[in-house]
């Protein structure tokens, strides 16, 4: 059995060298990044038997992505586009500390991935799943995409896959009234929800102490587990009645994109390996603390690392 099939879009990441402008440099560094898919290699980085399903043009620039994830260990379940105007998606990250601060730059419309449709796609690697694993950056890309969604997570919850859902807002993409909408039409196929404090005001109108939050949505859509992360304050989960708290390691941030997607790598990983909650909120922070130290999306790191950066510090608060 596979332990974790995630499903979405993963771009060509473009940097220049750090300190420079995308007006002005002659380089960019080139890497992948994509919420689901670094999820997938976190996780597959700890050990998981981790798959990626997606859709990408056949062309060089596709078969670069794969490579790259499949250099991690990532199984792929691709369907391949071989239309003339079929494209990938890129954006472009620009580094910069205060007071300019980072810039994103996106260029992904019309992306081979937007008409990803299920029969295209290896449901059978769905049904045999431990974990089915997407984010609301995937249904906001398409009215095709959040079709496919939908059909992908019915698909997990009819076969007894647990499925896991990151909130994971972007205004670039549609708007808190869209998005509430999107993510609620989803809630019913959805087992285990991730959701950033700020994403839950923003979209879901959530506020409050984060118990209360995570409270209330478990209440109001019969998730089983809800964990609510908070940046530098740390996370905070119910399941089944029980609330559990997790702090943040610290670590030098050299690169902070892709920290939430690693904090979910790590937290699935170690629940597909037998961790409880507490256990597993321990080793998505220290993976998400990791992350933060290497630049590009993707969380290379090792389970010894993580293990180290836990310590002796796994179970967090419980109450």
Aim: hydrophobic share 40%.
């Amino acid at each position: 059995m596979t332990d974790i099939v995630s499903f979405g879009e993963t771009m060509l990441r473009l940097s220049p060298p750090r300190g420079e402008r995308l007006e002005r440099t002659r380089e960019l560094d080139v890497q992948a990044g994509g919420a689901e898919s670094n999820v997938a290699v976190a996780a597959a980085r700890l050990g998981a038997n981790s798959v990626w399903l997606s859709k990408l043009p056949e062309s060089p620039l596709g078969r670069r992505l794969v490579s790259e994830l499949r250099s991690h260990g990532v199984r792929t379940g691709i369907a391949w586009d071989d239309a003339d105007e079929t494209r990938l998606g890129t954006y472009y990250l620009e580094h910069g500390g205060r007071p300019r601060g980072t810039n994103v730059i996106y260029d992904r419309a019309d992306a081979a991935i937007t008409t990803a449709t299920p029969e295209e796609l290896p449901k059978a690697a769905v049904r045999d799943a431990e974990v089915f694993y997407t984010s609301g950056i995937t249904p906001a890309l398409s009215e095709t995409l959040a079709e496919t969604t939908a059909t992908l997570l019915q698909t997990a919850r009819e076969n007894g896959t647990t499925t896991a859902f990151d909130l994971n807002y972007r205004s670039k993409l549609w708007t808190p009234e869209e998005a509430k909408a999107g993510y609620e039409a989803l809630f019913p196929h959805i087992d285990v929800l991730v959701a950033a404090e700020r994403d839950a005001a923003t979209c879901l109108g959530r506020t409050g102490d984060p118990e209360t939050v995570a409270r209330g949505l478990a209440d109001d859509f019969d998730f089983e587990t809800v964990v609510v992360t908070r940046s530098e304050r740390g996370s905070l989960a119910v399941s089944d009645g029980q609330v559990y708290e997790q702090g943040v390691y610290a670590a030098d941030t050299y690169d902070a994109i892709g920290t939430g997607d690693a904090f979910v790598g790590g937290f699935l990983a170690k629940r597909v390996d037998g961790g409880n909650v507490p256990e597993s909120l321990a080793y998505g922070a220290a993976t998400a603390s990791l992350k933060r130290t290497i630049d590009g999306d993707l969380a290379v790191v090792t389970p010894e690392e993580v293990a180290s950066v836990v310590g002796d510090d796994a179970g967090g608060i419980s109450r």
